[in-house]
């Protein structure tokens, strides 16, 4: 691989872990029950997509 493809897939993996981090925060910080489960999905598959990235890389 590339420098640059490189560059590209730890972006990746660290906007996942960002995304998933801020969906866990946010649904902590609402109290409506369908909301939070809602962004806890949204977390969970952004936890979800990390683990595929990274499994991707070997």
Request: proline content about 3%; some cysteine.
């Amino acid at each position: 691989m590339s420098p640059k493809e490189l560059l590209y897939i730890d972006d990746a993996l660290g906007h996942e872990q960002q995304i998933k981090a801020c969906c866990a925060e946010s649904a902590n910080a609402v109290s409506d029950p369908e909301l939070k489960n809602f962004i806890s999905e949204l977390s969970a598959r952004h936890s979800q997509a990390f683990s595929r990235f990274y499994t991707l890389l070997g």
